[in-house]
């Protein structure tokens, strides 16, 4: 099974999909979001790992409660992106218009 449809289950099973709202689980990823950018700015490897992870749940989540998928989602920001053309200034990819 793959792992997103595992998260789905999970979060069926234990009713979060359903009962839960967007606006709660926005709310946990701003938390988890937190817990990434400490984890990162306290270079602590194993916790930058954890908190992407989470991250994934809860768009995850986010997904089902939108009626799609996190992999719909991405492929479609995939080919918005994929042709994109630019340059990096100080570490940050800036687009071309």
């Not at 979060?11 to 984890?39: F, P």
């Not at 989540?61 to 080919?79: G, K, M, N, P, V």
């Amino acid at each position: 099974m793959r792992d997103i449809a595992r998260i789905e289950k999970w979060a069926h099973d234990r009713n979060i999909i359903e009962g839960s709202t967007r606006q709660a689980q926005l709310c946990k990823l701003i938390e988890e979001v937190g817990e990434l950018a400490t984890a990162i700015n306290k270079q602590r490897p194993a916790d930058v790992v954890d908190a992407i992870g989470d991250c994934a749940v809860v768009l995850t989540i986010l997904a089902a409660q939108s009626q799609t998928t996190l992999e719909a989602c991405i492929d479609r920001a995939y080919l918005e992106i994929k042709d994109r053309k630019g340059r990096m200034v100080d570490g940050v990819f800036i687009r071309e218009e």
